[in-house]
Structure formats: structure tokens, C-alpha cells
């Protein structure tokens, strides 16, 4: 796979509120990242040296999602998100609910980096029979049916009820 040019967030953007307190073991994982195998894997993840993770699309190269991880003021080697941001630039990105899009990026993050398998999350308002079609189109055709694509054992990633 021919790796593609990623660009920046565009000045296009929303904020996104990301309650996290990571632990170590999981900030360790965030901080490897993750890169597409196949050309069914849709994003491309990776944590910069400033802690910020960078979240594309990797068929397009274009960024739909920034955040900054930051050492948590209370509890030595935890982390928190104290900025996340989501591209709105419409020809980049449709999404416009920043509620659903952070969910997006918890799953993201839970899903590629961490190995959870957690549930997809599906905008409210999407009818039920387009939610399978949805997640393929977001994740890919080998993560829509189940695959792990992770790999290491899941690491713990505290709070988050986003996904509930």
C-alpha cells in the first residue's frame, strides 16, 4: 500500500469534550499508533512528539480528528485529553454532530489502539438498516465483520460511558 500525503486540520473545525483518564499501560498503546495492514483498514493513527494523536482517513490522507493528551493533574503516569478537535470542512468531512463524532473517536481510539471490542457507534438518528452499511463505509469491510485489529491484549481505558 502506497502510503498518502497527510494533511493537516483544516481551520474548519469543531471542539469535541473527551472526559479520559488513561493509565500508563494504555497511553503506551496510544502512543504506537496505528497503521493500515490492508487496503481495508480506513484510518491511519499516530501520537506526535507535543502528544498530539492525529486521526486520518487513509484513503484520502485527510484528518478528521486531533487531540491532545495531556499528564493528568492528580495521578502520576495517567493522562487526559485537554483539547480534541473534529475537521467540519464539508468536502473533507459530512458528520456535524460533535456528540457522535466523539464517540467516533473514543471507539477509534478503544478499537484500533487499545484492542476493546467495543460496540460501533451509529448517529441517533440513522434509520436501523443503514447502520451495517455505515460502519463498513467508517471502519472498513474486516472490522464491520468482527476483526480485532489491535492485537495486543486490551489495555484498561478509564472512564469514558460515551459509548454506553
Not at 451495517?132 to 465483520?145: N, S, T
Amino acid at each position: 500500500m502506497t502510503p498518502l500525503p497527510l494533511k493537516p486540520l483544516p481551520t474548519e473545525r469543531a471542539p469535541l469534550e473527551i472526559e479520559a483518564e488513561i493509565e500508563p499501560e494504555a497511553f503506551a498503546l496510544i502512543q504506537r499508533g496505528f497503521v493500515p495492514r490492508s487496503p481495508q483498514d480506513t484510518w491511519i493513527l499516530y501520537m506526535d512528539a507535543d502528544h498530539w494523536l492525529h486521526v486520518h482517513r487513509s484513503q484520502t490522507g485527510t484528518c478528521i480528528f486531533l487531540a491532545h493528551f495531556t499528564p493528568h493533574p492528580s495521578q502520576t503516569g495517567f493522562y487526559t485529553i485537554d483539547e480534541a478537535w473534529v475537521n467540519r470542512a464539508s468536502e473533507q468531512y459530512k458528520m456535524k454532530d460533535s456528540v457522535y463524532d466523539a464517540k467516533l473517536f473514543v471507539y477509534l481510539l478503544r478499537r484500533l489502539l487499545l484492542g476493546h471490542n467495543v460496540p460501533f457507534p451509529v448517529p441517533e438518528r440513522m434509520p436501523h438498516e443503514n447502520k451495517p452499511l455505515h460502519e463498513q463505509h467508517v471502519m472498513g469491510q474486516r472490522d464491520a465483520h468482527g476483526d480485532n485489529k489491535g492485537g495486543d491484549p486490551p489495555a484498561t481505558f478509564i472512564p469514558l460511558d460515551l459509548l454506553n
